[in-house]
């Protein structure tokens, strides 16, 4: 039977219960568990789709087609596990689940009330779909306090009780604030954050407190009375210098250790550090480093391009270097500044996207690192602006753009009607945006004697996609006389996938998001190829 481990969070957001859940889950499977992770999240919104990135941050995709919390993310570049629909849940697909229930008479005529029916289906996810896990680790999303996560926090207490709580341990994410005016590490938000779990039913078992430096035995000592947990149960987490240290560091304290304690399990085989160490002295200790220009919309919000950031991380590890990321608003990019704003980069990156404003400003960017031999990476939308800024500039076709953009432009991008999927035909739609991409995992052919061909070492790879507008595969034999070329396409040659520039030294455009199957410990191939070619551009 598995184990169930969920996690809290206290205090204030964003303490890092995603990080924390993905380091315990590599130390689990370090020591020769297999392990699940999964994020409840408490919004009303059905997912993250529709969102703006500057109110969430960057959507996920899964390889099934979910569109999740980018925690799912974080458990997918540490575990190295492929998440799935079934692993995440908002409080908007349950509303919507109890609410088609109830419509079709399913609670026979019942008051339908948060408890039992809304925990129920909460109960339903945290059990579904789950087969020869011994661990599965929950993460509930927000803050003990909030109203939002209270129905979660009554299930999982009620779940606990259900499977017994020798199956189920609750660890509790708080902050321990260090006072610099008094020096002093203040140990009551701890205390008042773990009353209020209290309050509703749930006693931690394992405390992990988050601090900027190391809290005295006699501070833990006081967490350990106060909250009721045994002083080896309480757990420091000072801020790392890289989020690669924190499986050390959580080692280090024995977080792994004292949950296989909890659950009475004897540890299959020794915890493996080593590849942690390497990327981190890499990271920390580099002896190169290259420029690399990210031209977008929501450049300033950081967790806008998470996945995007850390695969450009990632490949700079694979070339031994670090990236230094510009971060340039596309807004602001006016075609006279573009010279000063882009002269000390070594390679430019479009990354996806959704909407009109900021497009001329990548458009003026993908012209210069085209004409002046920059190396260049377009992701999903940026792919499209690579395509309209050639067709305008290179074809002459003056009116090129995207009908997302300009209904009355010749469309050299459109919006796809319908795609083959698992062999059946799926049909797009433009009246309603939630769930009608082109989502999850398909295959791209990729063409003989191309440089993505040389890249991936395969003829057949498989790409997770988030769009809905497509190239015009009309203009393929245009764009290929003046040197674009189609190297990838779907295999019924119907959907551009991948673009690239001859006579370039590395231009390539591709339709899907390789950043969302970048790894640390396994770099995505497009990535250490992109961060090579900037190593080796010359300024």
């Keep these: 039977m598995a184990r169930y481990i969920f996690v809290t969070g206290g205090v204030v957001s964003s303490l890092g219960k995603g990080l924390s859940s993905a380091s315990l889950a590599y130390l689990l499977q370090s020591r020769g568990f297999k392990v699940r992770i999964r994020k409840l999240d408490p919004y009303l919104n059905v997912d993250p789709g529709t969102m703006s990135p500057f109110q969430h941050g960057e959507v996920f995709v899964t390889d099934d087609g979910a569109e999740t919390d980018l925690d799912l993310g974080h458990y997918e570049r540490f575990s190295g596990i492929s998440a799935k629909k079934s692993d995440n849940i908002t409080t908007g697909q349950i509303y919507s689940d109890v609410l088609k229930k109830e419509r079709r008479g399913k609670y026979l005529g019942k008051t339908v009330q948060v408890i039992p029916h809304v925990t129920d289906r909460i109960k339903e996810f945290i059990k579904n779909d789950i087969k020869n896990e011994d661990f599965v680790i929950c993460e509930i999303g927000g803050t003990v306090g909030d109203i939002e996560s209270l129905p979660f926090v009554e299930a999982i207490r009620q779940f606990s009780n259900d499977i017994g709580k020798k199956n189920t341990l609750f660890i509790h994410l708080t902050l321990v604030p260090y006072m610099r005016a008094s020096d002093e590490i203040k140990t009551k938000p701890t205390q008042h954050s773990v009353k209020e779990l209290r309050s509703i039913g749930i006693q931690p078992d394992i405390i992990i407190c988050r601090c900027e430096r190391n809290i005295p035995l006699d501070q833990r000592k006081k967490i350990s009375l106060f909250c009721n947990v045994d002083i080896k149960n309480v757990i420091q987490t000072i801020d790392v210098k890289t989020i690669y240290e924190a499986p050390i560091s959580f080692n280090n304290e024995n977080l792994d250790k004292q949950v296989l304690n909890y659950f009475k399990i004897k540890s299959k085989k020794n915890v493996n550090l080593t590849p942690w160490k390497k990327i981190t002295k890499v990271v920390l200790n580099p002896k190169k480093y290259v420029n690399i220009a990210i031209i977008g919309k929501y450049v300033n919000l950081k967790d806008a391009y998470k996945s995007l950031d850390e695969a450009l991380v990632h490949g ?5 270097l670090k990236v230094n990321l510009i971060r340039i608003e596309s807004d602001n990019l006016k075609p006279l500044d573009i010279k000063n704003k882009l002269n000390n980069v070594s390679g430019i990156l479009i990354p996806g996207g959704f909407g009109k404003r900021g497009t001329e400003g990548k458009i003026e960017a993908i012209k210069y690192a085209r004409k002046n031999k920059i190396p260049f990476l377009g992701i999903c939308y940026g792919m499209q602006m690579a395509i309209i800024e050639f067709a305008r500039n290179v074809l002459k076709i003056n009116k090129a753009s995207s009908t997302e953009l300009d209904l009355k432009c010749i469309p050299v991008i459109g919006l796809i009607h319908e795609w083959k999927k698992n062999g059946k035909i799926i049909k797009g739609t433009d009246k309603d945006l939630g769930g009608t991409m082109r989502l999850g995992s398909y295959d791209a052919e990729l063409v003989n004697n191309s440089l993505i061909r040389n890249i991936y ?18 203009y393929k034999s ?20 991948i673009i690239e520039l001859k006579n370039h030294p590395w ?7 390789p950043e969302f199957k970048s790894r640390p410990l396994a770099p995505h191939p497009l990535f250490s190829s992109f961060i090579k070619a900037a190593k080796n551009h010359k300024k």
């Excluded at 764009?479 to 996938?497: A, M, Q, R, T, V």
């Excluded at 231009?507 to 998001?513: P, R």
């Design 316 to 320: 700079g590890i694979h070339n031994n």
């Design 457 to 474: 070492k395969s003829r057949l790879i498989k790409e997770r996609h988030r769009h809905r507008y497509e190239v015009n595969i009309n």
């Design 478 to 497: 245009q764009f290929e006389k003046k040197g674009l070329i189609f190297s990838g396409n779907s295999p019924d040659k119907k959907l551009p996938e």
């Design 507 to 513: 231009f390539i455009g591709v339709q899907f998001h």
